[in-house]
Structure formats: structure tokens, C-alpha cells
């Protein structure tokens, strides 16, 4: 009996080492890939510079769909470490959105909600802004569309209530970085006539949608066999890419009490480093 499993555990180590170095050769041609793309440089943003190039196309998918500019680019500036994560900058992916059963796109592995979660590659970070609307046109978001395009904190609230982010201060959150980036002048407003054009042309593409959801809106389960949590005794270890607001959004915690549970006075954290989250 012993030996019987003695054997499981080895079997189980076995293919969990072996999927943990299938989802690293992945990353390494996606990162090479991108390197060559890039010729090995790559912008280093601040939140200000982030802001000036995607405000745009921010802009864009907020006149077609509603959804604020504002909103769009503080998502992405808290998402994506205002762009300077590894998903941002290997994958094109700005807001950590996943791989479903219905992409067919290339992929990207990290640890996240569990350890080798896939994430999805765009081409470029326009095609990850405009995702972004997609993934926000579904039923469970569907009364936001009815806010007015310029109704930031409307819109920051509806997502929480909606179950975008299990962070209790995520509307706090979004909202005060468009006030502190001013990003609300990026909105803009529509007349009563533009307004029911622009619902009427959402909800049909929403309920249109309402069939496919479960194979576009829901992950897949990537992680390999004998994969565990990546919480585990109550720390986390940081891993490069993370930001302390994606560590929070991870484990349910507010940044706030993060910062106290590790005695920290600033946002900054290093890889490697080793943090409480519970």
C-alpha cells in the first residue's frame, strides 16, 4: 500500500513538472516572439505617457459602446501596472483577461487565481482594448450600458455590484485614479437621440451573446495535474509582473490591508519577495 502511494505522489510530481515545463516553453517563444517584434525594446511607461498613447482607443470603444473612456483607461493603468506587466508587455493583454473555450488565439501562462493560469495574446494592445468591451458585453453588465458614456462613478459602482472584481474598494479605487489623472476629461456626452441608437445597437449584440457566454466569458482550466493553489500557507511569493493592486485583487484583500499586513508604507514590492495575504 505504501508503495501504491508512493507512486501517485511521484506519478502526480511527474506531470505537474512536466506541464509547469510545457507552459514555460510557451512563454519563451510568445516572449521571443515579442521580443523580435519589438526589436527588444519596449516602452517603458509612466501613467501619464500609458495615458497619452491608449487614450485614443480608449475614446473609440467609448463612442461605440458607452463604456467611459475614463473607466476603460483606469482599468487598464491598475490592470496592467500601467502597462509595464509581462502580460501587458509579452501578451498585448492590459486587463488579465482569460483564455476560454472558444479562443482561438495564442496563450500566455501565469500564475493567478490558481498557478498556470492562461491568459489570452493579442497581436497588440489595441486588439486588448477592444476585448476589453467584449468581455464587458454580456448580461451581467448589461445595466451599465443604460448609464450615460460620462457617468464614471456610476459606471466604477455598477462593476462592483456586477462581480467584476471581489475587491470591496475597486469602485474607490477606479474612481480615484481617474480623479487624480483627471482621465474624465477623455468622457464625453450624447444626446437623448445618440444615446437610444448606441442601446439599442449594444443590447442587440448583449442578447446575441447570451447564448455563448459560458464558452466566451469562462476561463478554462489550465493549471496540470497536481497543480496546487498558489496560497498555500498564507504567503505569497512575487513573481515578476505582479503588482501589489493585482496580488490584492488575487487573494480578496483590500491594497489597504495588505500594506498592514506586511508592515509596508509604500506600493512598491520586489520580486522574490514574500508576502502575507492572509
Known sequence: MKFKYLYLLLAVAFFSSCGSRKYSKNNKQIEKAANKANNNTYKSYNTLSYIDEFKAVAIEEMNAFGIPASITLAQGILESGSGNSDLAKYANNHFGIKCTSDWKGKNYFRDDDQKNDCFRVYKDARESFKDH????????????????????????????????????????????????????????????????????????????NIPKEKAKFTPVDTPPVGAKPILADGTYTVI???????????????????????????????????????
Open 133 to 208: 468591451s467584449e468581455f464587458l458585453k454580456r448580461k451581467r453588465y448589461s445595466n451599465l450600458f443604460q448609464l450615460d458614456k460620462n457617468d464614471y462613478k456610476s459606471w466604477a459602482q455598477g462593476l462592483k455590484q456586477a462581480g467584476y472584481a471581489t475587491n470591496p474598494k475597486y469602485p474607490d479605487l477606479l474612481i480615484n485614479t481617474i480623479e487624480k489623472y483627471q482621465l474624465y476629461q477623455y468622457d464625453q456626452s450624447e444626446n437623448e437621440k445618440q444615446k437610444i441608437a448606441r442601446e439599442d445597437r449594444v443590447f442587440s449584440e448583449i442578447n446575441e
Open 240 to 278: 515578476k509582473g505582479d503588482t501589489l493592486y493585482n496580488i490584492a485583487k488575487r487573494f480578496n484583500i483590500s491594497i489597504d490591508d495588505l500594506k498592514i499586513l506586511n508592515n509596508m508604507t509604500t506600493d512598491g514590492i520586489k520580486l522574490g519577495q514574500v508576502l502575507k495575504v492572509k
